[in-house]
């Protein structure tokens, strides 16, 4: 047997042994989406009640694991990089925590020792000959907090794919491994109504052959990549990869072949889709998965001419400020790489970043574009950074505009039921 195999053999442990390694007062960090371990996660809440004072870190938890309980908050409670349906909730009602920051910057805050990473949970990939495993779903901040943290547990199972960048940690760094089988977690397609179809041609209109993609998530991004499929020489660098972005891959539509950063490679820092997406991922030398600090970097992001950014936004106000994350003071998600990505395409020779939104919420009994933003709301995207604006109705380019050219631009393409109301609170705000 192998130095490695050997090393592997001494280490393979049950999930409740794994999870006695954990220590009261330490925080776990947690990959995004489909990086979470079930196993290790499900033999953390039964042992949540002889813990005090442990805390969770994640994106976007997929699954609501018993932790993830008020009653028991105390032993182990969750922090959340950003929300998701699991633990939204919480944060509503106070009781699970949010961390502000750009996803670019978790791995610099996790590395300077400003956010704790004593424990690291991940789904592994089988090791290789080498003793490597491929933290291929989500290496984001994790490869910053295996970095940092004092123990390292992955759950391997072959059902994940061994991904090839920056992504990777040696048998040698481990500190437990459990073994599970059981299918990964896949996220189908948003649905897709004729609102988001519409937004998306007109953002499909506006990216030209050779550019290159970030799409984010949300029903709106995967409506543009439905619409990109006749344009030619596309290239992908991006935080999520997703079945919209596979689509494309298959198409023809993505070759990554006019890239000017990393030209033919697929770039993501995170998957979430369905198993033909993780199969894709396997050994592929076209693909590569890397920390969030070198995908989300703007100047990185930027290296690629005609970078196209797609994102959405809850609220838009006439200056052009974004509300992406909050319904008012009430958290809805995070910060996320939103900024990072629309500074990147500003910086991009030839880019554009596009921040896309149905006109109106509630049966259309409210506006999105709102002459102010509802008090308490989260600014994602400042009014500073914002470009395109695209909702069914059409498209503002704020960029370079006046205050009073960007409202009457924004006024625009609001639903038309609110444009007079609009108007009428532009001329008190001395907008008009």
């Known amino acids: 047997m192998s130095n490695v195999h050997q090393q592997y053999a001494q280490k393979r442990v049950t999930a409740a042994d794994a999870v006695a ?106 090791m290789d000959a080498h003793g490597y495993f491929s933290l291929s779903l989500a290496p984001d901040y994790t490869m910053a907090a295996v970095r940092r943290a004092r123990v390292i547990l992955l759950e391997v199972n072959p059902n994940v794919p061994f991904a090839y960048g920056d992504c990777h940690v040696h048998v040698s760094q481990v500190s437990g491994i459990v073994e599970s089988d059981e ?49 030619r020489d596309l290239g992908i660098h991006t935080e999520m990869i997703g079945d919209g972005i596979l689509s ?47 995908t989300n970097d703007p100047y990185n992001a930027a290296r690629n001419d005609k970078l196209c950014a797609i994102n959405a936004t809850l609220q838009i106000d006439l200056l052009g400020q974004c509300g992406s994350e909050s319904l008012g003071h ?17 910086r991009s020779n030839g880019g554009r970043a596009f921040i896309v939104l149905p006109s109106t919420a509630k049966n259309d009994t409210v506006s999105r574009i709102a002459p102010v933003l509802s008090p308490g709301t989260h600014i994602t995207t400042s009014k500073n950074d914002v470009n395109y604006v695209v909702t069914e109705f059409g498209v503002a380019q704020l960029r370079g505009k006046t205050a009073k050219q960007r409202a009457e631009a924004l006024i625009g393409i609001a639903h038309p039921d609110f444009r007079g109301e609009l108007r009428e609170a532009a001329k008190k705000m001395n907008l008009f």
């Open 21 to 126: 390694m954990i220590h009261d007062g330490e925080t776990i960090v947690v990959p995004t989406g489909v990086g979470e371990p079930p196993t290790l996660l499900n033999a953390l809440s039964d042992r949540r009640h002889d813990l005090r004072d442990v805390v969770v870190s994640q994106i976007l938890p997929l699954r609501k694991y018993n932790y993830i309980d008020e009653g028991t908050s105390h032993n182990v409670r969750h922090d959340a990089y950003f929300y998701g349906g699991a633990t939204r909730p919480g944060g509503q009602a106070g009781w699970i925590d949010f961390l502000p920051a750009y996803f670019s910057e978790l791995p610099m805050l996790i590395d300077r020792g400003l956010t704790p990473a004593d424990v690291v949970v991940s789904m592994a990939s089988p």
């Open 183 to 231: 299918p990964l977690f896949e996220v189908g397609l948003p649905k897709i109504g004729a609102v988001q179809e519409a937004i998306g041609k007109y953002v499909a209109d506006l990216i030209e052959d050779g550019s290159t993609l970030q799409i984010g998530y949300g029903g709106i991004p995967d409506a543009v990549v439905m619409q990109l499929q006749h344009k």
């Open 248 to 294: 494309l891959i298959e198409s023809g539509a993505v070759t990554n072949r006019r890239k000017t950063f990393m030209p033919g490679k697929t770039v993501a820092t995170f998957a979430l889709g369905s198993n033909r997406l993780y199969r894709h991922l396997d050994r592929n030398p076209a693909l590569e998965m890397h920390p969030v600090d070198f």
């Open 330 to 346: 009430v958290p809805y998600s995070g910060t996320g790489g939103q900024v990072d990505f629309v500074r990147a395409a500003n």
